[in-house]
């Protein structure tokens, strides 16, 4: 069974394309992604996000299964930000400091939380599975976690070197590719659309 996936991102196709191998399944990009127009990411919640991508782009590729995905980072301290707009917090809140969006986007998370002794955080996955603008299969994942008073590790990307795992002492950032896919909120989400795929008449 093929699944197209509406991302260009490789390290997520790779990790995508993996896990399903397992099921027999087969993942791929959705054709000519880049032709076709960004639908706006206005919704207020991850799943509301990835369900409006997954409708658009399933329009593109008649009778096909599309999903979509949508993450971001929760820190309960700073109620819930970044959340839906983790990689545009940065930009949304007129923060020009020097580096790559990553680089600013974590700057400022570290600014807003300062010295708050509350350092606890989740990232956040969810994913629809959608055919002809009609979403047929939803699912989540979630990883909790820690922030850093400093980013750690060379891998990864977004807010990866500040995101610790308490139990292994180790960021995302510092984590190995199978292990961080083991662990992360979007290789639990993969995991749980994958199963439902299983168990429903597509």
């Known amino acids: 069974m093929p699944l197209y996936a509406a991302t260009s991102n490789p390290g997520k196709l790779r990790e995508f394309a993996t896990s399903a191998s397992t099921q027999n399944i087969g993942v791929f990009p959705l ?3 880049k032709e076709i127009p960004e639908p706006v990411e206005d919704a207020t919640t991850f ?3 990835a369900e409006l991508k997954a409708r ?17 980072l ?10 839906v707009r983790s990689a545009r917090y940065a930009d ?5 400091e020097s580096g790559s969006k990553d680089e600013r986007n974590n700057a400022l998370l570290l600014q807003r939380l ?3 002794p509350n350092r606890a ?6 994913l629809a599975l959608a055919r002809d603008g009609q979403i047929l299969l939803r699912a989540e994942g979630v990883v909790a976690g820690e922030i850093l008073h400093a980013p750690r590790g060379t891998d990864g990307f977004g807010y990866d070197p500040l995101f610790l795992i308490s139990s292994l002492g180790l960021t995302f950032a510092e984590l190995p590719a199978e292990k961080k896919w083991e662990l992360s909120h979007r290789g639990r989400a993969f995991r749980a659309l994958l199963a439902e795929i299983r168990t429903a008449s597509l």
């Open 31 to 33: 054709p000519r992604l």
């Open 47 to 49: 799943m509301g996000n």
């Open 56 to 72: 658009a782009y399933s329009l593109s590729q008649p009778n096909a299964l599309v999903f979509a995905d949508d993450s971001g």
């Open 74 to 83: 929760e820190v309960p301290a700073l109620n819930n930000e970044p959340g």
């Open 92 to 96: 949304d809140a007129g923060f020009h």
């Open 114 to 116: 300062n010295e708050n």
């Open 121 to 126: 955080a989740r990232f956040v996955c969810a």
